[in-house]
């Protein structure tokens, strides 16, 4: 476990986490709402500081990032926990946990507290035909510095993984197209500790730090973190504050913030998954694209296609006329958008 960089400590032994707009206040022995954070007597710590669920050697487009070193391959990371709880989330497993498997189904909206949120844009852990940590069978890296999996995180399998070990695994596989290192499948800013210890290291070595982020952080730790960051696909989820509210548990000031902040430091795309009769609407898609293009015209945008997943049973995918309509009223705004999970 690590000290978390981003708290104050409050009266009676209780912490006020302040890395991400929930600010949890935490008693002794509680975890925030990402259930990646808890305080033990007093301090905060990351729990999920140097371990991970899933290494890969993805396509950079899998991000997806589309004008960024196209046709690379990116070695992809993730953990448990995320700050968001967004119904279709496809990570679930990760994000959530176990507990959370047989959730009632939430197409409605009406439900739980706190929590986590969609797969960025359609960049699933589930699939591991490309994992490259090793289990105490098979130690394909030949770092021998992961350990066989050894922790189970509320019915998640976890591997040990220190940053230097991540970045030095990034160094060998760039001999097979490897670009650098992207924090993804769970949300990557509440490995905050993590992600920022391997992405100077990575940047040492002259690779490249991708984000794959729901964007919901404060304003203090993210312009720590940028500078190490070369490219981020930012989730912007719908374009009320009502669907953050109501279908994420999250808020979506702080994530247009940390778009325009973002767009000021690095390449920036954005996903959008389109889901009927919730955030599909020709004015909505509008608003969002006209926005992007108040930013910089040139910001990619990904319109990404629903499917029934978690607790969001008992809506239909998008119908591919629905993507087509929400693509045109975007692209009266930007240069660049694509239709995604087609
Ligand atoms: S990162 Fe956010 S959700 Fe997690 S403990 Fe801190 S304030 Fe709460």
């Known amino acids: 476990m690590k000290e978390a960089a981003y708290y104050e400590k409050l009266d009676n032994g209780s912490v006020r986490c302040i890395l991400c707009p929930h600010r949890c206040s935490l008693r002794p022995g509680m975890t925030g709402v990402c259930r990646a954070r808890r305080n033990i007597d007093g301090r905060l710590f990351s729990l999920n500081y140097g371990y991970a669920v899933s290494v890969a050697l993805d396509p950079i487009e899998k991000k997806p990032l589309y004008h960024f070193h196209p046709g690379s391959l990116i070695l992809s990371a993730g953990t448990f926990g995320c700050n968001f709880r967004c119904s279709w989330c496809q990570n679930w497993s990760i994000a959530h946990g176990e507990d959370d498997a047989h959730g009632e189904d939430d197409t409605h909206g009406e439900d739980d507290a706190h929590g986590e949120d969609d797969a960025h844009g359609g960049d699933r852990a589930s699939g591991r035909e490309n994992e490259l940590v090793p289990d105490s069978r098979d130690d394909r890296t030949g770092s021998g510095d992961e350990q066989a999996y050894a922790w189970n995180h509320r019915g998640v399998r976890l591997s040990e993984l220190r940053p230097e070990s991540l970045a030095r695994l990034a160094e060998q596989y760039a001999s097979h197209g490897n670009i650098g290192v992207a924090y993804t499948y769970n949300e990557p800013t509440i490995w905050y500790e993590f992600v920022l210890e391997t992405a100077k290291l990575v940047r040492e070595k002259g690779l490249v730090n991708v984000l794959v982020t729901n964007g919901f952080i404060n ?124």
């Open 219 to 342: 304003e203090e730790p993210l312009k720590e973190l940028l500078p190490y960051i070369d490219a981020m696909n930012i989730d912007v989820k719908g374009f009320t504050g009502n669907f953050y509210t109501r279908y994420c548990k999250g808020g979506l000031d702080h994530v247009r913030r940390t778009v325009e902040r973002a767009a000021q430091h690095c390449h920036v795309e954005v996903t959008t998954l389109v889901i009927p009769g919730l955030n599909d609407s020709p004015g909505e898609i509008g608003e969002l694209a006209r926005w992007l293009s108040s930013i910089d015209r040139d910001i990619v945008l990904h319109l990404s296609r629903f499917f029934p997943n978690y607790k969001m049973l008992r809506i239909a995918p998008t119908p591919l006329k629905t993507l087509e309509t929400a693509k045109k009223s975007a692209m009266e705004h930007l240069r660049h958008v694509y239709p995604g999970n087609v």
